[in-house]
Structure formats: structure tokens, C-alpha cells
């Protein structure tokens, strides 16, 4: 059973950098699909960016801009978000989530595998 932590999360100035890991504990196949998603107050849980296992494609929210970046270390089972010129509209708490449908979605419900998320704030 797969099973997901997320770490790096912590306090920043606007415009600083953070990188997130998600460690990956369990099987991954290579038909799955990792996704980062961010929770604000008071706001729906929404997609950041995902990536195949398989071949690391990668998808990215429009309102990320070029600013983050997403990868994954197969043989660590470990994927990262890396996260530049940060805004205080980027603190919210962010999610890594996986799942075996072959394919990134930017839906929260296409997701069957959650962490329990990591706090990022950014200070102005």
C-alpha cells in the first residue's frame, strides 16, 4: 500500500524558494501518476502540478507561471516541488497525492493516495 509524507515546508519572504519532498513508501508501478495540490484558508484544495512515474511528464496549474518545478527520483521514490519567486498567495498547505490511473488530472477526486500535507507561508 502506498503511502505518502510530504516535508520542506516552512515560512519564506516574498520572493524567496522552497522545495518540497514527497517520500513515497510502497510499491509505485510505473502506470502512476504524482500530483501536488495546495489547500489556502478558507479556499478548495487545488491542483498544482503532476507528473507520470513512467516517463516524467509534467503539468503544471496555469497560475504557476514557470515558477515551480516538479520532479521525481525513482530510485529515492521520491518526488519534489520546486518553488520560486513565492508569493503571500502562494501559503497555503500543500498535498502530494498519487494514483494508479496512468494519467495526471488535475482533479482532486481522480486521487486515491494522500499525504497529510506540509505548511507553506510566505511573508510580504
Known amino acids: 500500500q502506498v503511502q505518502l509524507e510530504e516535508s520542506g515546508g516552512g515560512s519564506v519572504q516574498a520572493g524567496g524558494s522552497l522545495r518540497l519532498t514527497c517520500a513515497v513508501s510502497?510499491?509505485?508501478?510505473?502506470?502512476?501518476?504524482m500530483a501536488w495540490f495546495r489547500q489556502a484558508p478558507g479556499k478548495e484544495r487545488e491542483f498544482v502540478a503532476g507528473?507520470?512515474?513512467?516517463?516524467?511528464?509534467?503539468y503544471y496549474a496555469n497560475f504557476v507561471k514557470g515558477r515551480f518545478g516538479i520532479s521525481r527520483d525513482n530510485a529515492k521514490n521520491t518526488v519534489y516541488l520546486q518553488m520560486n519567486s513565492l508569493t503571500p498567495e502562494d501559503t497555503a498547505v500543500y498535498y502530494c497525492?498519487?494514483?494508479?490511473?496512468?494519467?495526471?488530472?488535475?482533479?482532486?477526486?481522480?486521487?486515491?493516495?494522500w499525504g497529510q500535507g506540509t505548511q507553506v507561508t510566505v511573508a510580504s
Open positions: 497525492a498519487a494514483d494508479s490511473g496512468g494519467h495526471v488530472s488535475s482533479r482532486r477526486d481522480a486521487y486515491s493516495r
Open positions: 507528473i507520470l512515474w513512467s516517463d516524467a511528464s509534467r
Open positions: 510502497g510499491r509505485i508501478y510505473s502506470d502512476y501518476a
